[in-house]
């Protein structure tokens, strides 16, 4: 079965930073592109980025291109989003997915999401 | 960037209707269109890939068609459970793009 569990959220002030982290399981995970997406409170999803499997490639939406680096550790089964220079508008549930594998970036399983607000 | 215009925003219907959902695409991404569902306080849920391929474990009443520009999601005799937002995703190009999403209830 697979499994994806993401951490690392919370409440945290503008120009600050954080790390997310998801832990997966239930598949051979270098073989499976990975993605973050994220959802502001009472809002639609907006894709933030996605890794290959490899981790050679990765891809930002424009909105956090140079404040966020996604990042992937095939040994342990985990893919980060450290996120630099918080804004108030990255305040969101944050949501892992995984791709359907074969060079795919097709999300087919998604966590459950970490909430991350940035206020002061 | 590709934009994703979902219509309608809302839409109200009864237990056993038919629900149809549109999603254009700013410029032609061949099949890569792909529907997700997403209930209250739940994470989203692939429903249809590539514009019309369905999903193992997805009631048959949830279908996909279109090319190009233009897609559509329907769903034959809604259920009270299909109450959710409905999503599309483009995966033709970077930045992958959502669709604003369109409320069922």
């Known amino acids: 079965e697979v499994q994806l569990l993401e951490s690392g959220g919370g409440l945290v002030r503008p120009g600050g930073s954080l790390r997310l982290s998801c832990a997966a399981s239930g598949f051979t995970f270098s073989s499976h592109a990975m993605s973050w997406v994220r959802q502001a409170p009472g809002k639609g999803l907006e894709w933030v980025s996605s890794?290959?499997?490899?981790?050679?490639?990765?891809y930002y939406a424009d909105s956090v291109k140079g404040r966020f680096t996604s990042s992937r550790d095939n040994s342990r089964n985990t893919l980060s989003l450290q996120m630099n220079s918080l804004r108030a508008d990255d305040t969101a549930v944050y949501y892992c997915?995984?791709?359907?594998?074969?060079?795919?970036?097709?999300?087919?399983?998604w966590g459950q999401g970490t909430l991350v607000t940035v206020s002061s | 960037e590709i934009v994703l215009t979902q219509s309608p925003d809302f839409q109200s219907v009864s237990p056993k209707e038919k629900v149809t959902i549109t999603c254009r695409a700013s410029?032609?991404?061949?099949?890569?269109l792909h529907w997700y569902q997403q209930k209250p306080d739940q994470s989203p849920k692939l429903l249809i890939k590539y514009a019309s391929q369905s999903i193992s474990g997805v009631p048959s009443r949830f279908s996909g068609s279109g090319s190009g520009t233009d897609f559509t999601l329907t769903i034959n005799s809604l259920e009270a459970e299909d109450a959710a937002a409905y999503y599309c995703?483009?995966?033709?190009?970077?930045?992958?793009?959502f669709g604003g999403g369109t409320k069922v209830e």
């Open positions: 997915a995984k791709s359907l594998g074969g060079g795919s970036y097709v999300e087919d399983y």
């Open positions: 890794i290959s499997g490899s981790g050679g490639s990765t």
């Open positions: 410029q032609s991404i061949g099949s890569s």
């Open positions: 995703h483009q995966s033709s190009s970077f930045p992958l793009t």
